[in-house]
């Protein structure tokens, strides 16, 4: 089975990293070529997304599975972070938006990058995010 | 990791090697916007070839560093970007307006020949 | 009032799905009444039980004669009809042998093998999966009749070797149907990529110039399929520009219409423009209400024009131009 590993991110070069472990994983679970870059994009969006807005935090990466559509295995990324939260979610996921003089694309282009993406943030508390990704 | 920065003619040539961090491109940029003042450069090609993923902050950095270049009298091409990693920008709704693309190098020279034999031309 | 739960469903959906397709109708029905079909990984008898040793000789001493009654059934059933006499027979004969080996030895390994194996040879000659589960239900079905015939004297022992030959029995009919099945749909998925790919080909008329004629309705996982196909070609080919021709498309939806723009974008990104052919007033009307923004693509009347237009972008010139050519070639060397 697929390992599970846990990325801390604290600076940019995590980023790299974690992105890095992403696309060896998606390989090892099977994804073809396109999905895997689709699948490191997003995780270089919301790792990204914990440096500059959140300072530190982590990523946990596995493999998942459904019994849902005839069964479907997948990969499952989670961006986690104690940082100042996201006050207004559903303005944050809004293409174009952005609080500092980003192009504001992070959220919700790792959303349309992935099959399901669930955001929790609450202000002064942090934020996690958890994404799948199924093969097709 | 820093990016070499080669002088071809009245061009530059910045060939990525490596996965970027971003404080790479940030220097990047700086060492570009210096080079081409120094060397009067008409035209500065970027090449990405290896870049496996060109996110949200990659993008804006690439964008900055033409526009930066354009001010400075140098147009910029982007060359080399791989099939999964084109499929992965529009996907996250990222586009390169405004900045010129070629497919590699050979490309990328033939473009700038192209944008900047015309620039002295429409003078009269 | 009391909810009942279905606690028996924890079988392959696969298998199911086709159990419940109707098997032709046998010429008499079974002596005894299919059951739950096993999953074939659930534990079975213990087959040190000396009733399926007994069995098993059974089975082998009569070896002859049963296979060609099995034989004779599956013609008179007509089934297998793609199949001459002798195939059907060499096979039966095949299979009778891995049954009675799954029944010694407990392990379905070796049949599911030689399930996939048939199933493989037989598969692109039209033979249907009620087939394949009828002929191996005759099977169970001329095997329990000779032991009723054999057992017929002592009730208590027949029910006794039934009961240890029915869940055996079970678990190969399981075995060869699902490893058909499986086999079935890794074919028809494999029919389904060959013409996928066969009906949208990515074409090079000339050096740097790609077509990409759209044929038929575009679903969004073939939009994808498409946008892949062409990326991959750019690259390869080198090509500069491409015409997607979509005369052959009836109509499209916004999840299309978005993704045509995003091939447009992402090819852009790799240095080729995209020259769009063939929009009819309709899906032009679609693309408008939808809310994609037409003055990204490139849009031609039809594909003669629209390969004219990429000629004329990859610099094949027939027009007469102003300034001579080669007057402003010479580079200006002046550092
Ligand atoms: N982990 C986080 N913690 C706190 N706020 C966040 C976090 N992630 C995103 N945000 C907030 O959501 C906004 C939108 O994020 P998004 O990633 O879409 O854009 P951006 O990061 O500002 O710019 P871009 O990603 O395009 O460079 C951010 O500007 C920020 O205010
Ligand atoms: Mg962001």
Sequence with gaps: MATENQTEIRSAVDIVTAR????????????????????????????????????????????????????????QIIARDQGPGIRDVAQAMQYGYSTRKGLGVGLPGAKWLMDEFDIASEAGRGTTITMKKWKR | MQVPILKQGGYLIASIQSVLSDSDLVQLRDNLGERVGSYRSRGVIIDVTVLDVIDSFATRT????????????????????????????????????GVGTALDLEEGLAYLDEKTKRAPVNGN | MR??????????????????????????????????????????????????RE?????????????????????????????????????????????????ETGSVEA??????????????????????????????DVLARSLFKKYQGDFDLLNRVLDAYEPAANRIANTVAVSFVQERERVIRQQ?????????????????????PMIGVIDAHRARQLTEQLLRGIRANRAKVVVVDITGVPTIDQTVANHLVKTVEASRLMGASVIITGLSAEIAQTIVTIGVDLSKMNAVGDLQGGIEEAERLLGYKVISTAEPVGSTAAKEQGA
């Design chain 3, 55 to 103: 069995l098993v000789a059974h089975l082998r001493q009569n070896r002859t004669q049963l296979r060609e009654e099995w034989a004779r059934r599956i013609t008179d059933a007509q089934l297998l009809t793609a199949m001459t006499k002798e195939e059907i027979f060499s096979e039966a004969t095949s299979v009778y042998d891995n049954y009675v080996e799954v029944l």
């Design chain 1, 20 to 75: 890095q472990r992403g696309r060896a994983l998606a390989l090892e679970l099977g994804f073809n070529g396109a999905d895997v870059t689709l699948i490191a994009a997003a995780i270089s969006e919301v790792a990204r997304n914990i440096v500059d807005h959140a300072k530190s935090g982590e990523i946990v990466m596995g493999s998942v599975a459904t019994t849902q559509n005839g069964g479907r295995t997948g990969i």
């Design chain 2, 62 to 97: 690439l964008r900055a560093i033409a526009h930066m270049l354009k001010l400075r009298g140098a147009e910029t091409v982007i060359v080399g970007i791989q099939p999964d990693v084109a499929f992965a920008m529009v996907q996250l709704g990222l586009t390169l307006e």
């Design chain 3, 192 to 212: 389904q990529e060959a013409i996928r790919e066969l009906s949208t080909p990515v074409l090079q008329v000339r050096e740097r110039l790609l077509i990409l």
């Design chain 3, 3 to 52: 909810q009942s739960v279905n606690v028996r469903t924890h079988r392959p959906a696969v298998l199911q799905l086709k159990l419940n397709h109707p098997i032709r109708p046998m010429k008499r029905k079974p002596e005894f009444k299919i059951q739950n079909i096993t999953h074939p990984s659930t534990p079975l008898a213990d087959y040190n039980d000396p009733l399926l």
């Design chain 3, 111 to 140: 049949l599911q093998a030689y399930a996939r194996n048939l199933s493989e040879r037989i598969i692109p000659r039209g033979v249907e999966t009620h087939e394949v589960v009828g002929i191996v239900l005759l099977l169970r």
